[in-house]
């Protein structure tokens, strides 16, 4: 996860200040399609659309590299994002608190809050790292 961190702490900053109105447009759908899907049970919706969301903001930096390392990084990283998720159930917790921070990161980019962003990008992976431990213990 050290550099997943990494990766998307930058990506949220450079998202915030670099995207424009079609990459936002794209994440606001993005977003909305995690949101859905993680109120559902249905693991392989989830699974892509959390990749697509992250994706997304990769997109939004605007630099083709940081979109290549994203998209290879969560491919190999599939079967992770699948542990992190797997015993789950709709509207616990956990799940709120998924939908929350992905709501704040979301929010954050658009604002073009770069702090703002990348804070909230380091809250989501602590958050995916806690879990997988946990799941992992």
């Known amino acids: 996860l050290e550099f997943r961190e990494m990766l998307e ?3 949220a900053e450079l998202a915030a200040q670099r995207a424009r109105p079609a990459d936002l447009a794209h994440l606001a759908r993005a977003h909305d399609e995690v949101t859905a899907a993680y109120s559902s049970a249905d693991r392989s919706r989830q699974v892509q659309a959390d990749v697509a969301f ?3 903001i990769a997109d939004a ?6 979109k290549h390392l994203v998209g290879s990084l969560l491919e190999l990283l599939h079967e992770h994002v699948l542990i992190s998720i797997a015993s789950l ?10 939908r929350r921070q992905h709501t704040r990161l979301f929010e954050r980019i ?3 809050d770069a702090a ?3 804070l909230a990008a380091r809250a989501h992976i602590a958050f995916v790292r806690r879990s997988w431990q946990q799941r992992l213990a």
């Open 110 to 112: 658009t604002a073009h």
């Open 61 to 66: 930096t605007r630099n083709p590299v940081f």
């Open 9 to 11: 702490i930058r990506c």
């Open 89 to 98: 159930e709709a509207e616990s917790p956990d799940v709120r608190q998924l």
């Open 116 to 118: 703002g962003a990348a």
């Open 54 to 56: 992250h994706r997304a």
